[in-house]
């Protein structure tokens, strides 16, 4: 596959900088419209998804699951208060076919808690089928989050 044009990688770019951002913000009301209206995201390890298990630690399969999370996180859930700082790679465009992109992008989330203690709490890579909106705007189809380690602290409130 040849390399993809410029405008796209910074169309890409300029995607997972404002997915980031609105979740390291708590402008988590916004995260859910990063995706169209029937999406995938599931956050899983490494070996889970090597295996093709399908379960995730967190799995929606819409964007009003998505929103369902939000509420339930804003409304429901009890969880100390803490919030993500993400540092994301550049993305690699994998493949492209019918309008979908296929990409691939490295991150590393700090965990920031309330007393001030800063963790690193996963690494990974987002698998992501990405495609234009009628609006012209990107959004993911399907994120499926890959974290490198197999442990999880029980407290994965926050998307990632």
Same mark, same amino acid.
């Given at each position: ?22 979740? *390291? ?15 995938l995201y599931k956050l899983t390890t ?21 929103? *369902? ?6 409304? &429901? ?27 691939e992008a490295p991150f590393m989330v ?11 709490? &996963? ?11 009628? *609006? ?16 999880? *602290? ?7």
């Amino acid at each position: 596959m040849g390399a993809p044009a410029p405008e796209l990688n910074s169309r890409l770019i300029q995607l997972h900088a404002e997915y980031a951002r609105a979740i *390291d913000d708590g402008n988590f009301e916004a995260w859910p419209e990063f995706f169209v209206e029937n999406c995938l995201y599931k956050l899983t390890t490494a070996d889970n998804y090597a295996q093709g298990m399908e379960a995730g630690v967190m799995y929606a399969d819409s964007r009003n699951m998505l929103r *369902d999370r939000i509420s339930a996180l804003r409304v &429901a859930n009890i969880y100390e208060r803490h919030r993500y700082r993400h540092l994301v790679g550049l993305p690699v465009v994998l493949g492209s076919e019918k309008g979908v992109i296929r990409s691939e992008a490295p991150f590393m989330v700090v965990r920031i808690m309330r007393d001030g203690t800063m963790d690193l709490f &996963a690494t990974g890579r987002y698998l992501d089928l990405v495609e234009e909106s009628k *609006d012209g705007s990107l959004r993911f189809r399907e994120r499926i989050v890959v974290c490198d380690s197999n442990r999880f *602290d029980t407290l994965v409130a926050i998307p990632l």
